[in-house]
Antibody, heavy 122, light 111 residues
């Protein structure tokens, strides 16, 4: 059964770059059937899609975050990563990685990591 | 402002039926794209509950059902149980943004 696990610093200073990695186990990140994505949830608030990518490099980003976000993949490690630049307190959230089924009418997340809380504070 | 509008909260007694609505307000989604539903139990990650408007992944009880008509989607839960107390989110796809959109979420309280 495919599993996802987020990892990275739990505390980031304002104006710095938030960097998270999602490790995929029980399946290949290079599968032609899946995309991979990041979603975040500020404390006590709803879900916000950050972006999704295909293992070959096609990426799609939330327009509101596009100027600050990069999602990349490392197929050799079966991992994909998130970088969010110039963070502020508003970027404090639980960050989830997920497996995104996309194409042929599909566009949903069918597997999620457990999430990791990232706090932006000096 | 979300393009998918959900009521902030709903409630029901054990055994009852509740519905959660999800109204699409974007012409870029409209009747074209499907709506999906996630359940988020307290302190846990969201879990796919319904995909493609009305399909249940393996393991999801048939007490949960989804429907969509035009620009409105609904999640229905019958035989309400205490363990159903959670936040529920609808999700779709905005073609103009090439991106995923979530509703604001609905908190279900089992009385």
């Amino acid at each position: 059964q495919l599993q996802l696990q987020e990892s990275g610093p739990g505390l980031v200073k304002p104006s710095e770059t938030l960097s998270l990695t999602c490790t995929v186990s029980g399946g290949s990140i290079s599968s032609s059937s899946y995309y991979w994505g990041w979603i975040r949830q500020p404390p006590g608030k709803g879900l916000e899609w950050i972006g999704s990518m295909y293992y070959s490099g096609n990426t799609y980003y939330n327009q509101s975050l596009k100027s600050r976000v990069t999602i990349s993949v490392d197929t050799s490690k079966n991992q994909f990563s998130l970088k969010l630049r110039s963070v502020t307190a508003a970027d404090t959230a639980v960050y989830y990685c997920g497996k995104f089924l996309y194409g042929s009418g599909r566009n949903w997340f069918d597997a999620w990591g457990q999430g990791t809380l990232v706090t932006v504070s000096s | 402002q979300s393009v998918l509008t959900q009521p902030p909260s709903v409630s029901g007694a054990p055994g009852q039926r509740v519905t959660i609505s999800c109204t699409v307000s974007s012409s870029n989604i409209g009747a074209t794209y499907d709506v999906h539903w996630y359940q988020q139990l307290p302190g846990t990650a969201p879990k796919l509950l319904i995909y493609g408007n009305h399909n249940r992944p393996s393991g999801v009880p048939d007490r949960f059902s989804g429907s969509k008509s035009g620009t409105s989607a609904s999640l229905a839960i019958t035989g309400l149980q205490a363990e159903d107390e959670a936040d529920y989110y609808c999700q779709s796809y905005d073609s103009s943004l090439s991106g995923v959109v979530f509703g604001g979420g609905t908190k279900l309280t089992v009385l």
